[in-house]
Nanobody, 125 residues
Framework: VQLQASGGGLVQAGGSRRLSCVGSGRAFNAYTVAWFRQIPGKEREFTAAISHGIGKTYYSDAVKERSIIFRDNNKNTVYLQMDSLQPEDTAVYYC???????????????????WGQGTLVTVSS
């Protein structure tokens, strides 16, 4: 599976951005897909994830009130809609995929086998 992340760019504080993660390969819809982000000077951190099948969603505390992750299996795409963006949300956002992932592991990056290249979101104050 190959992943292609897109949708980054410059946005003003309070604005919104929708990121897309397009997967290639027949098995994409069987994967849990997550977004991680790396804020400048910090370690990469979990942001949101959506499971295969029923599409259960998971969010970090930092974004859970402001973001929605959803998938369109017909398009092999997972989206991350982020609202009320703030300068502290400035980061490179990566999408990642994993198969046979236990629920307790969805926020742990080492369990993800496939990674997209990252897309930069810059939030200006």
């Amino acid at each position: 599976v190959q992943l292609q992340a897109s949708g980054g760019g410059l946005v003003q504080a309070g604005g919104s951005r929708r990121l897309s993660c397009v997967g290639s390969g027949r098995a994409f819809n069987a994967y849990t897909v997550a977004w991680f982000r790396q804020i400048p000077g910090k370690e990469r951190e979990f942001t949101a994830a959506i499971s295969h099948g029923i599409g259960k969603t998971y969010y970090s505390d930092a974004v859970k009130e402001r973001s929605i992750i959803f998938r369109d299996n017909n398009k092999n795409t997972v989206y991350l809609q982020m609202d009320s963006l703030q300068p502290e949300d400035t980061a490179v956002y990566y999408c990642a995929g994993a198969s046979f992932l236990e629920e307790r592991s969805v926020s742990t990056e080492r369990y993800y086998n496939f990674w997209g290249q990252g897309t930069l979101v810059t939030v200006s104050s």
